[in-house]
């Protein structure tokens, strides 16, 4: 039964250890609203995507610098804000992993997956603000 | 001086025939130390222990974040330049998505089971 709604808000120091600790709580909360493994799988790799995104390219791991994390649960639908303070980066200029010419290089698919497991994702401000969303129960974009 | 603690073994390898079939310890490949170590020993493997081809069988793992396909991609470049060969296998549903959506899915061979692995090469 679905009826351990959550809302959470915490900060964090940039300490990817914080992040693996971040992570088990939304999972057990993810669980406790009886998510489907499949849902869990895609929440947990897009958060930690997007909080090593916010620790180390974000804060550069610098320990006085913190990563703001939101996030809603409810029977319907999972929610996270992750804002860190770094100088932010626009989106649209990183180059897409996916193109024969990329393909072979070791980095950059954190966004690419991100969005591949997640319904919605919205870069705010500079870029140092990120908003995600997954909707219960949808697939993939990629699932074939 | 004290001296350091043996490192964790983060894989497991079995020779069958010239092929090294690879399996992993952890449950979860996820942080850069733990993926780098991984990559250490991937490397012995090949560079040491002049393996050339390897079968990464994937059954134990249930989670796999974007760090560790960096080095499956350079272990497979790596193979290539030695006219090596880098076979993925037993991927579970979830991470399999994850080579899917990022398309390495066309650049890495996977197959379903170990034995198609090892009739792959």
């Known amino acids: ?144 | 001086m004290a001296s350091q603690p043996p490192r964790r073994r983060r894989l497991e390898v079995e020779e069958i025939g010239d092929i090294a079939v690879v399996n992993f310890v952890d449950k979860k490949i996820l942080d850069e130390q733990n993926i780098q170590m991984i990559g250490d020993d991937l490397n012995k493997l090949v560079d040491e222990l002049g393996r050339r081809k390897v079968l990464l069988n994937f059954q134990n793992v249930d989670f796999m974040s974007s760090a560790a396909l960096g080095k499956l991609i350079w272990l497979h470049k790596k193979l290539n330049d030695v006219q090596g060969k880098l076979v993925l296998c037993k991927i579970a549903k979830d991470i399999l998505d994850v080579f899917k959506i990022t398309k390495l899915d066309k650049v890495l061979k996977i197959v379903p089971d170990e034995q198609t692995g090892l009739q792959s090469f």
């Open chain 1, 1 to 144: 039964m679905c009826a351990n709604h959550v809302n959470v808000e915490v900060t964090v120091p940039s300490d990817l250890g914080e992040a693996r600790v971040l992570q088990s709580r939304i999972e057990d909360a993810l669980v406790a609203n009886t998510y489907t493994e499949h849902d869990i799988f895609a929440i947990k790799l897009a958060v930690e995507e997007a909080l090593v995104n916010a620790m180390k390219h974000g804060n550069q791991l610098d320990p006085d610098k913190n990563v703001n994390v939101s996030y809603q649960i409810t029977c319907e639908r999972f929610d996270i804000r992750i804002a860190d303070e770094g100088p932010g980066f626009n989106p649209g200029e990183v180059p897409d992993p996916t193109d024969p010419a990329n393909i072979e290089r070791p980095c950059g698919r954190g966004l690419l997956l991100i969005r591949g497991f997640m319904s919605d994702v919205q870069y705010h401000g500079r870029g140092n603000v990120v908003t995600m969303s997954k909707i219960r129960g949808e697939k993939p974009a990629d699932d074939s």
